[in-house]
């Protein structure tokens, strides 16, 4: 789906109550009016609904609500008839205008097809849940903290030692495959690094470490 390029409206005091300019923006057509009541931030393409092919027209739209924020939902005009404009729920809330805006030019077409899917079928109501007394006055006791950290030893998912066995170049290439958590347990495991030299080691210097112990191993 492409967009058009928008059309920008301003709020201008000391002239007319609107002005017209072009504005380049990344999506859709926005309007910019700074006003407290609710307004179409941003217009996209008309997308086709996957269930019946009708066309609908999806428009951002944003109010500023309570406590300063600002939320923001959509409203899907249909393009023939025998359907009515429908709107989602509040799809987002942000502290400001302009990122209730910013957060308007990034909608895709999946997702106002999501959107548009969400408000035209909303789930079917769920029955109220049935109020019974708990059983008991609160949540059950924390256990009690071991009185030691447990000890744990570092798995190494691979032996270096009998994979360089089998060539300098398999073991290379195995270690490669492998992310720098896996490299650090390999080196803790077979205690070719000690705890500190080890946790600050780069994956260079931890693979260096292996291929090297297992080098001189070989040569015993």
């Given at each position: 789906m492409s967009f058009p390029h928008a059309e920008s409206y301003f709020f201008d005091r000391a002239a007319e109550p609107l002005r017209k300019r072009d504005v380049l923006a990344p999506t859709g057509t926005f309007y910019a009016a700074p006003i407290r009541m609710s307004e179409v931030l941003m217009e996209y393409d008309p997308i086709v609904s996957e269930t019946d092919g009708s066309r609908w027209k999806p428009r951002a739209c944003g109010r500023r609500g309570e406590g300063h924020m600002?939320?923001?939902?959509?409203?899907?005009?249909?393009?023939?008839?025998?359907?009515?404009?429908?709107?989602?729920?509040?799809?987002?809330?942000?502290?400001?205008?302009?990122?209730?805006?910013?957060?308007?030019?990034?909608?895709?077409?999946?997702?106002?097809?999501?959107?548009?899917?969400?408000?035209?079928?909303?789930?079917?109501?769920?029955?109220?849940?049935?109020?019974?007394?708990?059983?008991?006055?609160?949540?059950?006791?924390?256990?009690?903290?071991?009185?030691?950290?447990?000890?744990?030893?570092?798995?190494?998912i691979l032996d270096p030692f009998d994979v360089y066995a089998q060539g300098e170049d398999i073991l290379i290439r195995q270690l490669d495959a492998l992310d720098t958590a896996r490299l650090r347990d390999i080196v803790r495991a077979y205690e070719l690094l000690n705890a500190e030299d080890a946790e600050k080691a780069t994956r260079l210097d931890l693979a260096t470490a292996i291929i090297t112990a297992a080098r001189v191993a070989s040569r015993v």
């Open positions: 600002w939320e923001g939902w959509i409203e899907f005009v249909p393009l023939g008839s025998g359907s009515k404009p429908v709107h989602s729920r509040r799809e987002s809330t942000q502290p400001s205008r302009d990122a209730l805006v910013y957060w308007a030019t990034g909608l895709t077409p999946v997702y106002l097809k999501g959107a548009l899917e969400r408000a035209r079928f909303e789930p079917a109501p769920q029955p109220p849940v049935r109020r019974v007394a708990p059983l008991f006055d609160g949540p059950a006791p924390e256990p009690e903290p071991p009185r030691s950290p447990p000890v744990t030893t570092p798995h190494a």
